[in-house]
């Protein structure tokens, strides 16, 4: 149990595109989904929070208009890299809490997807 | 959320326990440690979390001093598919999760 996938695995765009990454929950519904990246070498940063029906909570240095967040339903969130450059070639990855008796637990994370940006 | 102490690596024989300390201080008392590892070019995989008894499941026991101001992760038998980076969060429910840098575990034959 407590799967979550992303699709795609890895992308490769030219600069000035934009690039949909898809995160699902596969056996359980979550309320809550998170976006994080990670550069080589480095450790996660988390981006934002995605709350189904409501907007994304960015975390500070985040652009919110760069990075869209849709959470349509409680099994699919979405992160669009609009107007992708070489700088933002990083390794994504999401994750979702299932929601039980109205409290956040533990968070399971997706197998990531990693954007190179021609 | 608390911050956590790991060391930066770890080495440890194929076959032996594996022993992965964290320290957390400053932790309050309703934040869990919750433990984390990522193999190279994967997403984060949960291990094990805990409050203040030692848990134990199918992939690792989390051994918490009384005090809660330290924790180890124990790996009871190595395998080279071990090698990771592990990382030790503290954390209260409904908060986020912030990774540090976490401890490299190399497993060797």
């Known amino acids: 149990g407590a799967v979550v996938s992303q699709h795609p695995s890895r992308v490769i765009c030219k600069s000035g595109t934009s690039v949909k990454i898809e995160c699902r929950s596969l056996?359980?519904?979550?309320?809550?989904m998170f976006w994080y990246r990670q550069f080589p070498k480095q450790s996660l940063m988390l981006m934002a929070t995605?709350?189904?029906?409501?907007?994304?909570?960015?975390e500070q240095g985040v652009e919110k208009d760069k990075f869209l967040i849709n959470h349509a339903s409680l099994t699919l969130s979405t992160l669009t890299v609009t107007s992708a450059h070489p700088e933002d070639s990083s390794f994504y990855i999401c994750?979702?809490?299932?929601?039980?008796?109205?409290?956040?637990?533990?968070?399971?994370f997706g197998p990531g997807t990693r954007l190179l940006v021609l | 959320d608390a911050k956590t102490t790991q060391p930066t690596s770890m080495d440890c024989a194929e076959g032996r326990a594996a022993n992965l300390p964290c320290n957390h201080s400053t932790i309050s008392g309703n934040e869990y440690v919750y433990w984390y590892r990522q193999i190279h070019s994967q997403g984060p995989q949960y291990i094990i979390h805990?409050?203040?008894n030692n848990e134990t499941n199918e992939m690792a026991s989390l051994i918490i001093t009384e005090d809660r101001k330290s924790s180890t992760l124990i790996l009871p038998h190595a395998t080279l598919r071990d090698t990771a980076v592990y990382y030790c969060i503290a954390m209260e429910y409904g908060n986020k999760l912030v990774f540090g840098a976490g401890t490299i575990l190399r497993v060797k034959s």
């Open positions: 805990g409050l203040k």
């Open positions: 056996d359980f519904q979550a309320t809550t």
């Open positions: 995605s709350n189904e029906g409501s907007k994304a909570t960015y």
């Open positions: 994750s979702a809490s299932p929601m039980t008796s109205g409290t956040q637990e533990t968070q399971y």
